[in-house]
């Protein structure tokens, strides 16, 4: 079992960043790649990114592409989200997630889920 707790969020105006947390427990996180999701309000969840088990490779959406970072550290057993350039549509619940399958960017495939973080970006 992992748990997932999702920490950072807030408001910032666009062109801020943010960076998000989410800290999990188990011994068993190294073994799990890491994915961040987001969902807006009347929309389906959207995938963000994905970051390896062992942190040695990461995938993005096109959309965030260049402008988010996925990074881990295992000796921690925290996964972060740097946001930077945020524009009003990057508001969102933002969410990790934990997979054994590399690189899947539908939710469905994630077999861990935090309760999220808001982000709210302002225009």
């Known amino acids: 079992q992992v748990q997932l707790v999702e920490s950072g969020g807030g408001l910032v105006q666009a062109g801020a960043s943010l960076s998000l947390s989410c800290a999990t427990s188990?011994?068993?996180?190294?073994?799990?790649?890491m994915g961040w999701f987001r969902q807006a309000p009347g929309k389906e969840r959207e995938f963000v990114g994905v970051i390896s088990a062992n942190g040695g490779s990461t995938y993005y959406a096109g959309v965030v592409k260049g402008r988010f970072t996925i990074s881990r550290d295992n000796a921690k057993n925290t996964v972060y989200l740097q946001m930077n350039s945020l524009t009003p549509e990057d508001t969102a619940v933002y969410y990790c997630?934990?997979?054994?399958?590399?690189?899947?960017?539908?939710?469905?495939?994630?077999?861990?889920w935090g309760q999220g973080t808001q982000v709210t970006v302002s225009s």
């Open positions: 188990g011994r068993t996180f190294s073994s799990y790649h």
């Open positions: 997630a934990a997979t054994k399958i590399y690189v899947v960017i539908n939710p469905r495939s994630y077999d861990y």
